[in-house]
């Protein structure tokens, strides 16, 4: 089944602890991206790659940091969480080019306290 | 830069009825279209989406949309609502080339509601 699979799905944390939430996806997509979704903001993109060892900043990339090592893997990593980015995040991935839809993982819950 | 508006925040409408819901955008150049739709504790779902060709679209449960070049809109429709319809609504536009193809922008989403 073709999915982008994220996680972990709910994670609460404190302060300054680094966390990473990996994604993943089994299409052989080249594009990857990360979203953060907040009440009354709708979607916002984080990150983006467009392939491996190619990624670029996307709206709001202050306190996260990404990598694409391999095509399938497109792990967000928060250095030091802090609770503005208390959020539910979302994983995503496409064909190259601009007109393929973009699928979505399920979404990570993260609360930072 | 590129943007969404949607106006409406909620929508209510009874089962059965037509709904609709409104998106305008904004872009350089050409647009790429879509609308997503996410259920409750859920990721978001593709519906449809407008590359090009004929300026409606058909896409999953029924809906479709329709594009308007002269009023860059892009409203979402349905003919007769279900109650399992009910959820929150995003409408999205991609550049087709330039720096805004590598970014999907997002409205802020509209709540629709199918009451019984």
């Known amino acids: 089944e073709a999915q982008v699979t994220q996680n972990p799905r709910y994670l609460i944390t404190v302060t300054g602890k680094k966390l990473t939430v990996t994604c993943s996806q089994n299409?052989?997509?080249?594009?990857m991206s990360w979203y953060r979704q907040d009440p009354g903001l709708g979607l916002r993109q984080i990150y983006y790659?467009?392939?491996?060892?190619?990624?670029d900043k996307g709206d709001v990339p202050e306190g996260y940091k990404v990598s694409r090592k391999e095509k399938r893997n497109f792990p967000l990593i928060l250095e030091s969480p802090s609770p503005n980015q208390t959020s539910l995040y979302f994983c995503?991935?496409?064909?190259?080019?601009?007109?393929?839809?973009?699928?979505f993982g399920e979404g990570s819950w993260l609360t930072v306290v | 830069a590129q943007s969404v508006a949607q106006p409406e925040d909620q929508v209510n409408v009874a089962e059965g009825n037509p709904l609709t819901v409104k998106c305008t955008y904004s872009?350089?150049?050409?647009?790429?279209l879509f609308w997503y739709v996410q259920y409750p504790n859920r990721g978001l779902q593709f519906l449809l989406k407008?590359?090009?060709?004929?300026?409606l679209v058909k896409g999953s449960y029924g809906f479709e949309a329709e594009f308007n070049k002269s009023q860059t809109s892009f409203h979402l429709k349905k003919p007769s609502a279900l109650v399992s319809d009910s959820a929150l609504y995003f409408c999205?536009?991609?550049?087709?080339?330039?720096?805004?193809?590598?970014?999907?922008?997002f409205g802020k989403g509209t709540k629709l509601s199918v009451i019984p």
């Open positions: 995503a991935s496409s064909r190259t080019g601009s007109g393929n839809t973009i699928y």
């Open positions: 299409m052989n997509h080249e594009y």
């Open positions: 790659s467009m392939n491996v060892e190619v990624t």
């Open positions: 872009v350089s150049g050409n647009p790429y």
């Open positions: 407008y590359i090009t060709g004929d300026n």
């Open positions: 999205a536009v991609r550049a087709t080339s330039g720096a805004g193809s590598y970014q999907l922008t």
